[in-house]
């Protein structure tokens, strides 16, 4: 019998609960029962309602700051990699060398400023430890110091600002946000359910497509979670979204996440 991974969705921050849930909507796009539909409406709807309750509108200052500086640190982003690509045809094999290196890390890493906020941070901050753990010496040594030190800044100067709108979010939507979780996640429960016995009883393919996209999700999620919490041991990790502190669940809830 097909089974939904478990997920410890309170350690969730409030955007990547909701950006997980508006992306399991999604994927009811391919079931085509019509006894599941009316389940399937009712779910998005708690998701929509939940969409609004944590997009409420903050103080205009606050936003237009973070889209400035997030756009700054897409600026620094590209003038590092210019740099690092015009470190080719040098005398200094040295220098060409470090340079290769450089080229190499940004092709293996996503570009960021293809991404949306919330996935550009994490790429920003591995990529930003990746090119420090070159070294200070060969990187003072190819000029790019100075370049990795402006987009550091650029990025942490972002963190804050989110930091500081998503403290005036939180404010606004505390009360309520435990009631409009617990609501999405009903929905989702019992659509999942339906999709389930359809899946195992009459090998619906839309069902068994979305129970599958539902669970390759969740375990993305689990892995990002994971890494989170190892980071977290050593540093201070500033929020890229509003959290809101729930009761802790019992062992077996974590373990089971």
């Known amino acids: 019998m097909m089974k939904i991974h478990a997920l410890n969705y309170r350690t969730l921050r409030n955007e990547e609960f909701l950006g997980l849930h508006k992306y399991f909507v999604e994927q009811t796009a391919s079931i ?12 998005r709807t708690s998701v929509t309602e939940y969409a609004n309750l944590i997009e409420v509108s903050v103080d205009e200052s606050a936003a237009r700051t ?21 470190l080719k045809s040098l005398a200094d094999s040295g220098v060409v ?3 290769e290196r450089l080229r190499k890390i940004f092709a293996e890493n ?5 991404l949306n906020q919330d996935q550009s941070t994490g790429t920003f901050t591995n990529l930003i430890n990746t090119l420090k753990e070159i070294g200070d010496d060969k990187l003072s040594a190819c000029g790019f110091k100075p370049w990795l030190e402006n987009l550091e800044s650029k990025h942490n100067e972002y963190l804050t600002a989110v930091q500081n709108r998503n403290k005036e979010i939180a404010s606004k939507v505390a009360d309520a946000n435990k009631v409009y979780r617990e609501r999405c996640l009903e929905g989702f429960g019992i659509v999942t359910t339906l999709a389930i016995g359809k899946a195992t009883l009459d090998k619906d393919e839309g069902c068994i497509q979305f129970i599958n996209a539902v669970n390759s999700h969740i375990d ?3 892995v990002h979670l994971k890494l989170r919490k190892g ?7 500033s929020p ?16 089971a996440a």
């Open 32 to 43: 085509t029962s019509e006894e599941i539909r009316k389940s399937i409406e009712a779910y």
């Open 66 to 86: 973070v889209s400035r500086l997030d756009s700054e640190r897409n600026a620094a982003y590209s003038s590092c990699r210019n740099f690092a690509k015009s």
């Open 97 to 99: 060398a470090t340079g």
């Open 110 to 114: 996503a570009d960021p400023t293809r």
């Open 220 to 222: 993305q999620k689990k």
């Open 231 to 237: 980071k977290g041991k050593n540093t201070t990790e």
């Open 240 to 255: 890229e979204t509003t959290v809101v502190d729930f009761p802790t669940e019992t062992k077996e809830e974590e373990n």
